[in-house]
């Protein structure tokens, strides 16, 4: 028997999910089992409308599907984790965006065969051809950027700048423009408000012309056009971070909004989907109907599809100019539906005629279709895999669903977007109010580096994602204890994304050589001894970089209750930023050239600048 299956079978009997219909297997009975689903993440339809493809993100494939009967077609192996594809305007190719392979996958529509495999900037996201059949742009995730390739051959000719977590790009109507989202908030001064963007390129020149400002909004997810181009609407997630996490009950975390942008609205506006007691967690992909009266957009969290009026919409963005995206009196205005979906619903499409719309269940392995007349599921396409629910797969449902918080207002993945993080800095109440400001950690490959917390208050996981997320972030419904396992099995089986900054082979740069050097040094350049406490290997010890102890390393603020902190692990810091307890750090030299003045935090004073840098060099390779 496996450990996971070990663990499973512990508690299998304890106790059954409570939740809805669609988990009904779960009352049954779960395997221990690593199964494969499908995950469906996104859908196109090919030119002729003849066949659905769907983007299948756990078994890394693009799934093809008879457009009338929804019977399979074939299954197209990608790379691992796709992310995002695109058809080309032709229609002859389809791209793929691979982002834990760093490829994009060119698949001919002829013979449903991958033709080509290129490889792009680190953790593409979203693929988008022009129009001219010249370049084709690639969202990378981590390098924060867009990469600009030669549509034919592969070859990168250039990067653009983006916003950071640069993740989805959708083409004007016309194929003019490229508008890119990011899913991470863009960098500013500590303790103030997030802020993000919408990164407009001319597809023609390949140039950023643009940069569509969105105050307030931390995560951007899809664009949508409608048909004359004249309305943008992108969704997006607002957070109330710069107040202590204590007015669940009036919609005190999180804003799900959208932001409106184009000739219909003149200068960008946020507004709200939520209002008191049906909260639209997670807006993630948008369809807007041909004649633009409505449209519909999917919510994660909720499990949901959200429906808008449009042109009740424009009246009452035009009679109430400013942003309302906290009133939660707002979305009675326009918001005229609220149908139920699948598990973690994502990518939405509408059929040609615009009678049916498709809905990807990413975490139910099935599509919903809707009829948009009565704004009724009357049928659900079940994708080919498997029928019994795996732990694995009921802790995942667990962490992206908000059910079980306060009036359904947020989830786990609310602040760990897509199981990582959020690059926020929360006040949370167990603290006291204005006390103890946290940066929010990653949580990829956390599997034994307990405790938790940055004052190591929580000595294990199950008190982590039980208790402590029950009382101060659900403020409601308690797990039962077969939930809370699973839960708490998924977050431990998270791995880590693929380290950029190692070479293939797993051997250090010169560089990064150097680095080590200084990491695990026993005296200074003047030959003084560093006490064993204070050097980095000591705290930064073992596979993940953490002793699991807490230690003073000298950043205590005004603010915080106490200077011990737990050591966090080294995990893929390169991309965690900011950094220290409280977020304080923009950067990983800020550590050591801002906040370790007194050499409490690693004996760092003595380093040069390059030296420094070998040091952080090697620190990214964790």
Excluded at 73 to 82: L, Q, S
Excluded at 310 to 323: C, Q, S
């Amino acid at each position: 028997m496996s450990a996971l299956a070990a663990v499973c079978a512990t508690t299998l009997a304890l106790c059954a999910w409570s939740g809805r219909t669609a988990d009904a297997s779960v009352a049954t009975g779960r395997t221990g089992e690593r199964l494969e689903y499908a995950s469906p993440i996104e859908m196109l339809l090919s030119s002729d409308g003849s066949l659905l493809y769907v983007l299948c993100q756990e078994s890394g494939q693009v799934r093809v599907l008879n457009a009338k009967s929804y019977e399979p077609v074939k299954n197209i192996a990608v790379g691992r984790v796709p992310r995002g594809f695109s058809l080309s305007p032709k229609g002859d190719r389809l791209f793929v965006a691979n982002s834990w392979d760093d490829t994009v996958s060119v698949i001919d529509t002829k013979s449903l065969e991958v033709a080509a495999t290129w490889a792009v900037g680190s953790e593409p996201s979203s693929v988008v051809e022009d129009r001219e059949d010249k370049h084709l742009f690639v969202a990378n995730r981590i390098s924060n950027d867009v990469a600009v390739l030669d549509a034919r051959t592969g070859a990168e000719e250039k990067r653009l700048a983006a916003g950071r977590g640069a993740s989805y790009i959708t083409a004007s109507p016309d194929g003019s423009k490229l508008y890119v989202t990011h899913v991470y908030p863009n960098p500013t001064p500590h303790r103030t408000a997030p802020d993000s963007e919408i990164t407009v390129i001319d597809a023609a020149r390949a140039v950023v012309v643009d940069r569509i400002a969105l105050p307030y909004v931390a995560h951007g997810f899809h664009v949508a056009f409608s048909a004359d181009g004249r309305l943008g609407v992108a969704s997006t997630l607002h957070p109330k971070n710069l107040v202590p996490l204590a007015h669940l009950e009036h919609g005190g975390a999180f804003a799900d909004t959208l932001t409106l942008f184009g000739a219909d609205v003149g200068k960008p506006v946020e507004i709200p989907l939520d209002e008191l007691e049906l909260y639209a967690v997670r807006p993630f992909g948008i369809a807007i109907t041909p004649d633009k009266t409505r449209m519909f957009i999917t919510c994660g969290g909720s499990e949901m599809v959200t429906v808008v009026d449009i042109p009740r919409l424009m009246r009452y963005v035009r009679t109430h100019p400013g942003t309302s995206a906290q009133d939660l009196s707002a979305s009675a205005n326009y918001v005229v539906g609220r149908i139920a979906v699948g598990h973690d619903p994502r990518g939405v499409m509408l059929t040609k005629d615009g009678t049916k719309l498709l809905v990807a269940n990413r975490l139910e392995d099935t599509i919903s279709v809707v009829d948009t007349k009565t704004d009724r599921v009357v049928s659900t396409i079940a994708l080919a895999g498997p029928k019994q629910m795996s732990v694995l797969r009921h802790g995942e449902q667990t962490f992206y669903t908000s059910r079980y918080s306060f009036q359904g207002q947020i989830g786990c993945a609310n602040c760990h977007i897509d199981s990582t993080f959020d690059g926020l800095q929360w006040d949370l109440e167990p603290d006291g109010f204005g006390r103890d400001i946290v940066d929010n950690r990653p949580i990829e490959a956390v599997k034994d580096t307990e405790p938790f917390k940055w004052n190591g208050g929580n000595p294990n996981l199950p008190t982590e994602c039980g208790p402590r997320t029950e009382k101060y972030f659900w403020r409601a419904e308690n797990y039962d204890d077969l939930t809370l396992t699973d839960l708490v099995v998924y977050v431990r089986d998270l791995p880590p994304r693929p380290n950029r900054w190692l070479q293939g082979s797993g051997e250090l740069t010169a560089s990064q050589e150097r680095g080590r050097a200084l990491f695990v040094r026993e005296s200074d350049k003047f030959g003084n001894s560093i006490p064993e406490t204070n050097r980095c290997v000591y705290c930064h010890s073992g596979l993940k970089g953490t002793n699991q102890k807490s230690f003073d390393v000298g950043t205590k603020k005004a603010t915080d209750n106490s200077g011990l902190l737990d050591t966090p692990q080294l995990t893929n810091i390169a991309i965690t930023a900011p950094y220290l307890h409280d977020g304080s750090a923009a950067t990983l030299e800020q550590i050591w050239t801002v906040f370790n003045l007194q050499d409490k935090h690693g004996r760092t004073n003595d380093l040069t600048k390059d030296e420094l840098n070998d040091l952080i060099d090697y620190l990214r390779t964790r």
